[in-house]
């Protein structure tokens, strides 16, 4: 994999995020370890893409791609607040058709990981059609992000109608070979139903959880901060509402889980794993540890499993369901 | 903190005819090459070099679009946002220094000759489209007679109405011919940064250039500013020449805020 001038991991980090203690699997994919990108970070561009697993994650969610370009909100799109980070980017991607060349670059720099293409749209055909392009770029799985605005149910996310979210996840497994993972929505009452009706559509795996609705006003300029007025929260003020979510579709659903909201450090990944959490993903951490975050999420990892005398990352994954009160 | 700070403009100068620079009190320590993002409420934020790096800190634009628009429109005592500074400066760290900045390039450039170390020579090279619209040119004489700063002036318009008539490139090509230069600062067009890539190239003379891409957070998380692998906020905006050299994007193409790529 070709590097940046300087990009090369420290020998203790490339030792970590490599170490066979931490290889696992995700269904069918396989991980060198278990901390992937998170959607919406730096995976605008297939360049940012190698650069994340030159800094050791082990997989990469690309960001949301829909079928046209679209410039997303104005700025302010992001702010922190306390505990974390808001966001209103507005879905801003460079297209599908465009997309392709991007991914093209990721397959052509033989990456040690698998590459998630996320992708929405507003109804089963769009999905449908976007997976095929994802498939045919090289994505080797894909992630539906539903939390685009649902047309007809005006002010409701795709994501939040459980027939919607069945619908597009059997035409999308459906349109595709390659596995298809379901990211949920926190904004809802019980997420369990959702994550049912994706299982039940045909759905490899799910993600959870996006980010949860909230919003920031400047009192002195009497606003919101963001041009969008609201916008989504992530960061460590939902790692518990994220843990939670995994916990409650874990100790009912059998498939894989990707854990993800607020993840800044190894043991922040441990709680989502021992929630029932296959793998985790890691965005907002990049702004407070930088570009090797994953790197230093991953050796802490594999320091804690050492030390407590774990043999594979895999003998972690569900721990604390055994303890359910 | 990534949230905007709310400052109030304590000074407006018009400071040629289409340039503006906007004062404001803001105590986070910068240096010459940082920028900060501007929070214009109900209209955009916007990344914007400082021209004044203390504790009194300055921008200067001119009128592109909206936010340009409403930037220069302040006016004393107006409410602005401030975050950052962020990036990677300009590091100076040889004797003989060539400046060249073009437009409101020369935001940057005036700290950077300013604060630069003691025993430092520049030629500092301004350019413009005609005399009128040469930013900071007064300062710059009065810095080289008030300030007793080693500075060599020099000028390029488009239409020759000051100095050489055509780039200031052609100008720095000439000096790097004649020889005798440590390193050359870069800021403007980006034409003009490619071109002074290209004499140092030729020359094998170090530069650092400071780039600009569309921006949205400016701290590195949404790739926005994606510049060939690199991130123009995080990794630059100030670039050197191994790095330029590597950008395929440098003096092509830029993306816009969907992430496309579009010509220069
Ligand atoms: C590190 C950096 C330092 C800068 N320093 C200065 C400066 O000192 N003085 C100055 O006048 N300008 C500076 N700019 C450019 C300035 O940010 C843009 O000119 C401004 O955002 C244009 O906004 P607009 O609404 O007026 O124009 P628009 O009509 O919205 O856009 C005109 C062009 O400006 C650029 N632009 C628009 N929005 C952004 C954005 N959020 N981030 C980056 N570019 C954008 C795009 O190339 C666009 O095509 C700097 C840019 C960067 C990245
Ligand atoms: C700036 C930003 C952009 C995001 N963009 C997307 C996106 O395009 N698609 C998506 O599914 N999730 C997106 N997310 C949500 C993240 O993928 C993730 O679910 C959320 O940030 C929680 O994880 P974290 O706390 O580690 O950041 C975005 C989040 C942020 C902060
Ligand atoms: S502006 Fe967001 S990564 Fe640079």
């Not at chain 1, 991991?9 to 995700?26: I, K, M, Q, R």
């Not at chain 1, 922040?268 to 793998?279: I, K, N, R, V």
């Not at chain 2, 830029?254 to 496309?260: D, K, M, P, S, V």
Request: charged letters at 15%; aromatic letters at 4%.
């Amino acid at each position: 994999m070709h590097t940046l001038p300087g990009d090369e991991l420290p020998d203790e980090l490339a030792g970590a995020v490599a170490d066979p203690l931490l290889a696992t699997t995700l269904g069918r994919l396989r991980l060198r370890n278990p901390i992937i990108l998170a959607s919406g970070f730096l995976g605008e561009t297939g360049q940012s893409l190698v650069r994340c697993f030159a800094h050791g994650c082990g997989g990469v969610v690309t960001k949301s791609i829909g079928t046209l370009p679209r410039l997303g909100h104005a700025n302010p799109t992001v702010v922190e607040v306390d505990g974390g980070l808001l966001n209103a980017i507005g879905l801003a991607n460079p297209g599908m058709e465009h997309y392709r060349s991007e991914l093209a670059a990721v397959r052509d720099a033989q990456v040690p990981g698998p590459i998630i293409g996320s992708i929405f749209g507003a109804d089963p055909q769009e999905f449908s059609q976007l997976a095929k392009g994802m498939a045919a770029a090289g994505a080797d799985a894909l992630e539906l992000n539903l939390s685009c605005p649902h047309v007809k149910g005006v002010g409701t996310e795709v994501g939040s109608d459980p027939r919607l979210v069945e619908q597009i996840t059997a035409a999308t497994t459906a349109a595709v070979s390659i596995p298809v993972f379901v990211k949920l929505s926190p904004n809802i009452a019980d997420i369990l139903p959702i994550a049912a009706a994706a299982v039940d559509g045909g759905a490899a795996g799910l993600t959870a959880i996006n980010t949860v609705r909230g919003m920031a006003i400047d009192v002195r300029l009497r606003r919101p901060i963001l041009s969008h007025g609201q916008g989504g929260l992530s960061g460590p003020a939902i790692r518990p509402v994220g843990v939670a979510a995994v916990f409650r579709i874990a100790s009912h659903l059998q498939v894989p889980i990707m854990g993800v909201g607020g993840i800044s450090c190894g043991a922040d990944a441990l709680e989502y794993l021992m929630a029932g959490a296959h793998a985790v993903q890691v965005g907002t951490a990049l702004m407070d540890r930088g570009p090797l975050a994953f790197a230093h999420i991953a050796t802490e990892l594999r320091d804690f499993l050492r030390v407590e005398g774990f043999g594979k990352v895999s003998e972690v994954i569900g721990l604390a369901q055994g303890e359910r009160p | 903190m990534h949230a905007p700070t709310i400052v109030e403009v304590v000074a407006v100068e018009r400071s040629t005819p289409i340039h503006t620079t906007v004062s404001f009190d803001y105590p986070a320590p910068a240096l010459p090459g940082q920028f900060v993002m501007v929070w214009l409420p109900g209209v955009d934020e916007i990344p914007m070099s400082l021209s004044r790096t203390g504790v009194r800190k300055a921008m200067v634009a001119r009128v592109r679009g909206d936010a340009t628009a409403a930037l220069c429109a302040l006016q004393v005592g107006d409410r602005i946002g401030i975050r950052g500074p962020y990036g990677r400066p300009f590091a100076v760290t040889r004797r003989r220094n060539v400046a060249v900045g073009g437009g409101t390039g020369m935001a940057p450039l005036l700290p950077l000759v300013r604060h630069g170390p003691p025993g430092t020579h520049w030629d500092l090279i301004v350019g413009g489209a005609t005399k009128a619209e040469l930013l900071y040119l007064d300062w710059a004489a009065a810095a080289v007679s008030d300030e007793g700063l080693d500075v060599t002036l020099h000028t390029a318009t488009e239409d020759g109405s000051a100095g050489t008539r055509g780039y200031p490139t052609a100008i720095v090509e000439a000096l790097l011919a004649k020889g005798g230069i440590d390193e050359v600062f870069a800021c403007g067009p980006e034409l003009l940064m490619f071109g002074a890539f290209q004499s140092c190239e030729r020359h094998d003379v170090p530069l650092q250039a400071s780039m600009e891409r569309f921006m949205k957070c400016g701290f590195g998380i949404c790739d926005a500013c994606a510049l060939s692998g690199y991130l123009t906020c995080l990794d630059g905006p100030v670039f050197d020449r191994p790095a330029l050299r590597l950008m395929q994007e440098f003096g092509h193409s830029q993306r816009n805020a969907a992430g496309l790529p579009q010509g220069i």
